[in-house]
């Protein structure tokens, strides 16, 4: 679906990204992985047709989206964050971008009610909660019916509910037979994909260094750790440990798991021990770290 053939591409005072090489297909997630500044959003501005590249060709169903004006059509982009108009509403956010691409009102409709936003349409982007800002600016990407997603970050600052369902409307993308490309400098982050069609290319200094399936990477991380905030630490752990590696942190405890689909079953434990929980996120290992260990050649 889309080819990206040693693209290299800079802001005036030399390339920032060099020689960049990769493909997507449908049906795929392709993941952009590295840590900030290692070149991923200059990457996705070439891929997009916002910042030309210095040499090397970009391709999306076998057209040139430099040379074809419809290629790139034919691909929605989510730059980091929202990226929406806070003050509008929701239905006059997705409206202004469907002027922007000749689509029609049905079409409109039909986007807002997949991403469940007809209930909001007439409320200002900015009020709704972070969950439903990102549903707004997934909106806004897709009005289109592109065959391509480029999403810049999109877990990021995201509840857990919000990344399941973001988890999940990924996968009826690639069931309609759509690529996705993302990216991400948060380890625990590309966990969520692990059951789907996955290639993950390692990009440092502007250079991709190795591309891994999914499945070699989650091998290599090991599993991943969670922080878990409660009332009482010690009968946490002493409820924990019977089916986890735990241990005590600072602010609450690390309990090992080897999937995000493990953690429902930390709540259930605990609640039905009686402990209230307050908090449970991911503990992240820096990628520089892991990249280090695992890969020390990139």
Not at 169 to 176: D, H, K, N, R, Y
Not at 225 to 242: I, N, P, Q, T, Y
Request: charged fraction near 25%; proline fraction near 4%; charge should be neutral.
């Amino acid at each position: 679906m889309l080819s990206v053939r040693e693209i290299s591409a800079g802001y005036g005072e030399g390339d920032v990204i060099k020689n960049v090489t990769f493909y997507v297909k449908g049906g795929e997630v392709y993941v952009l992985l590295g840590p900030n500044g290692a070149g991923k959003t200059t990457t996705f501005r070439v891929i997009a047709g916002i910042l030309p590249p210095s040499s090397g060709k970009v391709e999306l169903l076998g057209s040139n989206i430099w040379e074809n004006a419809e290629a790139r059509r034919r691909m929605g982009y989510l730059p980091e964050g929202d990226k929406i108009y806070p003050q509008l509403s929701v239905r006059k956010n997705l409206l202004f971008f469907s002027k922007l691409y000749g689509v029609g009102e049905e079409r409109l409709n039909d986007v807002m009610r997949k991403l469940d936003l007809l209930k909001y349409e007439g409320r200002p982007a900015g009020t709704l909660s972070a969950g439903y800002r990102k549903r707004v600016a997934l909106a806004r990407a897709l009005i289109h019916d592109p065959q391509l997603l480029i999403l810049d970050e999109p877990f990021a600052n995201l509840d857990l509910n919000t990344v399941i369902w973001l988890r999940d409307f990924i996968s009826s993308l690639l069931e309609e037979g759509r690529g996705v490309l993302l990216s991400s400098h948060i380890m625990g982050e590309i966990q969520h994909l692990e059951a789907f069609p996955c290639n993950v290319g390692i990009i440092l200094n502007g250079m991709l260094r190795k591309e891994v399936p999914i499945g070699d990477l989650m091998r290599a991380i090991g599993g991943v750790d969670v922080l878990v905030r409660v009332d009482d630490m010690d009968k946490a752990v002493e409820v924990l440990s019977k089916k986890f590696s735990v241990r005590k942190g600072r602010t609450g405890i690390i309990v090992r798991i080897n999937s995000y689909e493990d953690a429902p079953d930390i709540a259930s434990a605990l609640s039905s021990a009686g402990i209230r929980v307050y908090e449970i996120r991911t503990v992240d290992l820096p990628i520089e770290i892991f990249l280090k260990r695992t890969f020390a050649e990139a």
